[in-house]
């Protein structure tokens, strides 16, 4: 109802309502555009007052460009100047953001035709940042590294910053990241006493569950300093430093040999280049009978990750497709037991972020500009129309070695009573 | 036991000792060429009468070389020759062929490394026969349509020419094709009313199963004749003619919509090249919320099949790595929902398969000669081999369009209590 009011007002305010006839430059490049994006149903208001209706069906909000400049900009480059204009205050949304970045998604992918030239200019133009271990660090720092305060803002108890995995949709949060927590577990049929190296542990919620609920032994790696010095603490105040581990190095000075390798969120940051390397990691860190898990948000087909996010929030980021995820694994002959797709769960994960960072914008102010505020709205935002859409995927990969035996015919273990 | 007595029968038999001072020319050949294998342990005995023992531990059984032509020509090309000189009766095993075709899988599996020559070579060398219109329907006229009498004595009552699916490991053949069967429309979701197309759908038996137990309308797929005809005559006993329809035609000239896409064991004859062809018929051949599911026999990393298995047995298969099946579905934006290895389930099919092959030798002889038979027992025992030693594996893949967002949150319902 909101949302509808909001439209109401701005057709109010509109100084002048366009027509075919005497419509701007602007306008009308403006709608070409809208036609090459498969016509969304978006009401656009320009700096001119001027208001550009959609092609067909009624909107589902109303995008208002303040500036020239902004405008013109995101006509040459829609992708990154919107979230720019967004963040910058210089575009405005009435209406519901998520609805809106939806049928942006939708309509898109209507006419995003496989090995079109624009497909692949996009793929040559928005190349990720490369993942040394030093260019890994800086992009690792750029985002975990701005206040664990801040986090713990809108990522509940848990401080698990990965999809969760809810029992029913009307699952709080933390029963849903105890939920993931306990799923991944079962995937990889943990035992007490099991050794298990962890690449990219966050702020360690699924290495200290994993020895406090099933008696494993946990060697934990990440490169955010923060996320570690948190996770240190954590496990100090639960009494867990003797059987978990953080260890502040890079995925690739894994050493040892362990029952169980697991990585949940962090393939995203490994870059294409490396899904080799990281197999060859896996496969000297298990045993002959070791087995893994690998969670990843992931696409249903190759492409850049939407360059915006890519050089706004999460630099150096990749998603790989369940085809390219199979560059880790195949080289070393792991051999893939199960994959689950729990996209429709990120969507869930991400409206609960979303809720609660609005929740906490108090509290955030004092911590960041307003600037940082938007840009992180439009982030959760774009996330949830993303998974919403089938634009992103969630994959959870299981593996083992391949001459490993000692697999359960059924996956009947993953749903207990 | 017996395998135990026919190798020290074998041993009083052999004329010769070998001693490495002694060898004869072949002995040392066929040593080295052990050597390249990984040694795996098992005992020769020459057509000289001469014994090659192995180089460590105790041999699983002797194979006796009777002439020296076949001991030389398996020198030269041991992966056919091999399986050409058993079935001619000119290689004898004393002892398990099963156990014999294991420890040289898994020798063989620790000297193959990624990339070498060998490797290569092998994968230029054996090229599957194409798959066009008449070239598939060569290649299938060769294995399916060689009698329905034959397969009926030992494929039991369903006629699955698949891989089971076994709810324990002591259910019996039946109780695991009718559970494959179920899981399957499971993993489908498959309701009363849907309309399904089948690609390849052998005697019919799963087409069937979805009419009578989940009320689906099916239109089935495929291009071997005898296997059409005991299809129809299927339907028509279960008077199911109005809800089944069995067409004989290639999966390239599928036509109209369907709910679901269906395709258990057909994947192995369509060859890489028509992967995406294959994707093309799956996407225009489902509503934009149709679901689908490719069953097939697969490989951890891309690799040609057995070349005996590829010439001998199946013309023109190939057992794809699951990063070749994305082949299919990626380019056609379908999106993998699921993806299970059920490889192990392979090897007890098999392994009921061959006990029933071998109960009804005496008929099986009747109908064809000496070096038939001889040749499936190899096939049965090599894929017995293969599946578990994980050499190949058995992929179940559920995928959906990219649009729908009609998802289970949790897979609970593939186990039902």
């Not at 690739?252 to 940051?269: K, P, T």
């Not at 774009?382 to 035996?405: C, D, K, M």
């Amino acid at each position: 109802m909101a949302a509808k009011n909001n439209i109401q007002i701005a057709a109010q305010q509109a100084v002048a309502v366009s027509a075919p006839a005497r419509a701007s430059i602007e306008a009308r490049l403006l709608r070409r555009f809208l036609t090459t994006l498969g016509d969304p149903p978006i009401e656009f208001l320009l700096p001119s007052g001027e208001r550009v209706t959609p092609a067909a069906g009624s909107p589902v909000c109303q995008v208002h460009i303040k500036d020239r400049s902004t405008l013109l900009g995101m006509l040459g480059d829609p992708q990154v100047r919107f979230g720019d204009g967004y963040a910058a205050g210089r575009i405005e949304i009435h209406g519901d953001l998520v609805k809106l970045l939806e049928v942006i998604y939708r309509s898109s992918a209507r006419t995003d035709v496989e090995g079109s030239i624009a497909h692949r200019v996009a793929g040559w133009l928005h190349r990720p940042r490369r993942n040394t271990f030093a260019g890994s660090r800086d992009n690792i720092h750029q985002h975990y590294d701005i206040g664990n305060e801040f986090y713990s803002l809108w990522l509940g108890e848990t401080m698990a910053y990965t999809c969760a995995y809810y029992p029913s949709a009307e699952a709080t949060l933390e029963q849903a990241q105890l939920a993931k927590m306990d799923h991944v577990c079962r995937k990889l049929r943990l035992r007490a006493g099991d050794t298990v190296v962890e690449a990219g542990c966050g702020w360690g919620s699924l290495a200290l569950h994993m020895a406090t609920h099933y008696g494993a032994r946990v060697r934990a790696f990440n490169i955010s300093r923060e996320q570690l010095e948190f996770a240190r603490a954590r496990a100090k105040l639960m009494g867990l430093e003797d059987r978990v581990e953080f260890i502040e190095d890079d995925y690739r000075n894994i050493s040892g040999r362990y029952d169980v390798f697991a990585s949940v969120g962090m393939l995203e940051h490994v870059g294409r280049e490396n899904y080799s390397e990281l197999g060859r990691v896996v496969r000297r860190s298990l045993t002959s009978i070791g087995r893994g898990l690998i969670h990843s948000i992931g696409r249903n087909r190759p492409a850049p990750l939407h360059p915006w996010i890519e050089r706004r929030i999460f630099p150096g980021a990749y998603a790989p497709s369940l085809g390219e995820m199979m560059q880790i694994f195949e080289p070393w002959e792991l051999s893939v037991l199960d994959v689950e797709n729990i996209r429709l769960h990120y969507a869930l994960t991400l409206r609960h972020w979303l809720e609660r960072f609005e929740a906490a914008r108090e509290a955030i102010s004092t911590m960041f500009d307003e600037h940082f505020v938007r840009m992180w709205r439009l982030y959760l935002a774009g996330s949830i129309a993303a998974f919403e859409t089938g634009t992103l995927q969630l994959f959870q990969v299981v593996f083992t070695t391949q001459e490993n035996n000692d697999i359960p015919l059924s996956r009947q273990h993953l749903y207990p009573l």
